[in-house]
């Protein structure tokens, strides 16, 4: 990514209503289909590394992996106690095994995403869990696309095809952001037609009570999610497993 992606998800992931929202939908997620109890885990793309610190918060032993100088050094500055494995995935060494591996907003921008995937298929135990967010729709593309170095947007089947190409069971999938979806489709939809071209991400604070609300809506989709899957949405969450014979 551009470094001034990292900057912005640096200065703006603790208060953003996009990161608070997300949040809690993938982790409440991951809590009611895997649990809590401790695990190993490894964050791939950990960024600027809140998202491995939360994990750590479930009574994870957590590795991020994240090949950006630019991100492990906001993560050391932020949470110093974080281990980081710098490297590029999957050309990266990693003896270990682990239990749960994430991948979030990160496989978009494997060239070659099977191949990728059948990485994280390798570095997990049997019955293991893969936990990936991802963005959804190719007609959602837009110019923050291009400066986060996407590759491309999925959809739910094309996401469970690559999985299940790399020998993964689907667990959970859905789309979420759905409340947002219409504003955001719009939005595109009028940047396309004037060909509008700004020159920066789509990350930026509203007045705080506006930001407020719109984490408060956006988070609400987790109460929904524990029932049912939604059928369309801005991104998408795949819980899957890798195959074992035995079960815990």
Not at 84 to 98: A, N
Not at 102 to 121: C, I, M, N, S
Not at 172 to 187: D, E, G, K, Q, T
Request: charged share 25%; glycine share 6%; proline share 3%.
């Amino acid at each position: 990514m551009d470094k001034q992606i990292y900057q912005q998800i640096y200065d703006l992931e603790l208060r953003h209503w996009w990161f608070q929202g997300r949040r809690k939908i993938i982790f409440d997620c991951i809590r009611r289909t895997i649990g809590s109890e401790p695990r190993t885990v490894l964050d791939i793309g950990c960024g600027t590394g809140l998202n491995a610190k939360l994990l750590q918060q479930l009574g994870a032993k957590v590795t991020g992996l994240e090949s950006s100088d630019v991100a492990i050094a906001q993560a050391k500055e932020r949470f110093p106690e974080l281990n980081i494995i710098k490297g590029e995935f999957p050309q990266v060494t990693i003896s270990d095994r682990f239990r749960v591996i994430t991948l979030f907003d990160v496989l978009e921008h494997f060239e070659d995403d099977l191949a990728a995937l059948q990485g994280v298929y390798s570095l997990l135990e049997d019955g293991g869990y893969a936990i990936i967010a991802v963005p959804a729709f190719s007609f959602l593309w837009s110019e923050h696309d291009e400066l986060a170095h996407h590759r491309r947007r999925y959809t739910k089947s094309l996401l469970q095809k690559r999985l299940e190409e790399s020998g993964f069971s689907i667990v959970r999938a859905s789309y979420f952001n759905m409340l947002f979806f219409p504003a955001i489709f719009a939005v595109r939809i009028f940047q396309k037609f004037l060909g509008s071209r700004r020159g920066h991400a789509d990350f930026f604070m509203m007045p705080e009570p506006v930001n407020a609300v719109f984490a408060f809506l956006f988070g609400l989709e987790r109460f929904l999610l524990r029932f049912m899957n939604l059928p369309f949405g801005v991104s998408i969450i795949v819980i899957a497993r890798k195959h074992s014979n035995v079960y815990s």
